[in-house]
Each structure stands twice: as C-alpha cells, then as structure tokens.
C-alpha cells in the first residue's frame, strides 16, 4: 500500500500495525468494485444468519451490517431464537444456497448448544462461505486450492502485506489452534512459506517456542497473555485477541502491549489492529464472490 504512514507505538520504537487504517483502504477500494458491479446489475449481498441472544454476536453482527452498507453490499441478517429447530435453520440455508441473489452466507459464531454449528457450515454452499470457516474451504486451504480465506487470518496476511513485512523464510509461531483463527492461520502463513510453530493448551514449555518466533500471533483468548518476557527482541507481534474484562472499559487483547512493544519491531493495537481487517475482508470476501457467482 502506498502512502502508508509508519507510526510508532507509544514509548517505543516498534511500527504500530494500524489494521484500522489499512482497512479503510480495502474498504475504499472494494467501492469501486461494487460500484462496477452495480452497473453490471449485481447487488452483492451477504446474508446473516443469528441465533440466540448473546450480546456480543449482536454487536458483531450490526457492526459487519454497517460496513456491508459502508461500500454498497446489501445485508440481510435473519435472527433465530436459541429454541429455533436445527430443520428451521437448514432450511433458511438451503433458501440462500438457492437464492443466485445472496452471494455470500456468515452464519454467526457461536450457534448455541444443542443445536449443531458444524452441520450447518457442512451445509452451506461453498462458494457462499464468505467467511472461509466450512470443511471445504479449509480443506482447498490445506490442498493450496483456491477458496474463501478464513476472515481473521486473511485479514492479518493482508495486514503484514500492506506494512510489506516479509513472511517467507520466517518462523511464525502461533499461539491458539481453533478451526476459525489459529490452524488456518498457521496455513497461510505456511503458504507464504514461513516455518511454523503451532502453540496450543498442551504445549510445555511455550516461552521456549514464542521467543523463537519472528512472527508471533497471539489467538488464545485469554487477556494480556503474551508478555514482552515472552517475545524474541525485534519480532513483528500479531495480536488477534479481544476479550471483555471486568473492571475495564473495551475490549483487551491476548498481548500485553506496554510490556510487549518496547521489544517488538512492530505490533498491532487492540482496538484498530486485526478487528477491522477481519471485517474488511468479509467484505472483500463477498464482493469476490459476487464477481465469480454474480
Ligand atoms: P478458542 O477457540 O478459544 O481457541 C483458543 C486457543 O488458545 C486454543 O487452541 C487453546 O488451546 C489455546 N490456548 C488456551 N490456553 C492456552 C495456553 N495457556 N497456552 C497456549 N495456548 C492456549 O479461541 P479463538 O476463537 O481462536 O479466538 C482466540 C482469540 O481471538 C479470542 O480473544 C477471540 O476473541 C479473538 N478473535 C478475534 C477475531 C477478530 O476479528 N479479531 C476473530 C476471532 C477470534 P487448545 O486447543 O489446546 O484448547
């Protein structure tokens, strides 16, 4: 990206990874696509799919809605209630998978015990699974074969990218191993051709392997985790966390900035690190979509 500027993080030296900024590009940029799109008459439209109540999901939701609005995606976002039937879900599915208007389907995560999250992504078309999470899409991911990108992970790629810091040859560890974040995560970084370490619950030792990191990405979920301790001097820190914590106003990262910065040479903030690049390319998802679909 040009004209980036290269800002530093507060009492340090490290470049702040401005994800907030970055975005914005893609956003601005993924406009006049749609705008071309509507003079070919494509609407690209994602379709939501929301059930039960947690707070967070819906605060998720309207934000994703609003950046749909932000470029000309139309959305559509259908909420079921916790009691709602895994049949009444399928069949909402298989009405977008059938719709040619819908291009892109998200079905929100987490979809509330009993009913089955993994039947409904099995589901889902996959060149509707926008948000790169379906069996499908991870399995072309582990085969090099072209699918949707998990959203959190393509966007960090993206993030690394617009600041061209080089990922090949680099040992990338990762700290989290979950189906939306931390495997596909290890993936693309392995498809850039960096040597990677996956870090898990399990792992002994883990300083061990995140002091050898180069690239470290932090998706634990658990707040202020990664200590500068922790970190080999000069490595690029990719936190991916947010977390609500008692007593503090927003959300808090699964890095611990002040303490990780001075011995980063580059970082991300949390908010405006990986958040709105993970939205910026649901987007850029969508719109792909509905140029190869449309
Ligand atoms: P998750 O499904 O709970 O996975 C957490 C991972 O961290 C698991 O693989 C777990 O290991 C590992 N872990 C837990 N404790 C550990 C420890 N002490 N040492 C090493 N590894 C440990 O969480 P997730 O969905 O991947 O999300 C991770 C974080 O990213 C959360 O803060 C979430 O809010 C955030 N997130 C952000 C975005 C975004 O747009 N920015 C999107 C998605 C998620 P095991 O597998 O062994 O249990």
Known sequence: MENLPRTCAPNSDALLLDGKRVAMHIREQLKTRVATLHQRGIIPCLAVMLVGDDSASHTYVRT????????????????????????????????????????????????????????????????????????????????GEPAFGACTPLGIIALLDAYQLPIEGKHAVVVGRSVILGKPMALMLLNRHATVTICHSRTRDLVSYTRAADILVAAVGKPEFITGAMLKPGAVVIDAGYNRVEGRTGDVGDVAFESAAPVASAITPVPGGVGPMTVAMLLHNTVDAAERYG
């Open 64 to 143: 994703k809605a609003k950046a749909c609005e932000s470029v000309g995606i139309r959305s559509i976002v259908r909420h079921f209630p916790a009691s709602a039937s895994q049949a009444a879900l399928e069949a909402q599915l298989d009405a977008w998978n059938a719709d040619p208007s819908v291009h892109g389907v998200l079905i929100q995560h987490p979809v509330p015990a009993p009913l089955d999250e993994a039947a409904l992504l099995r589901r889902l078309d996959p060149r509707k699974d926008v948000d790169g999470i379906t069996p499908h899409s991870l399995g072309a991911l582990v085969a």
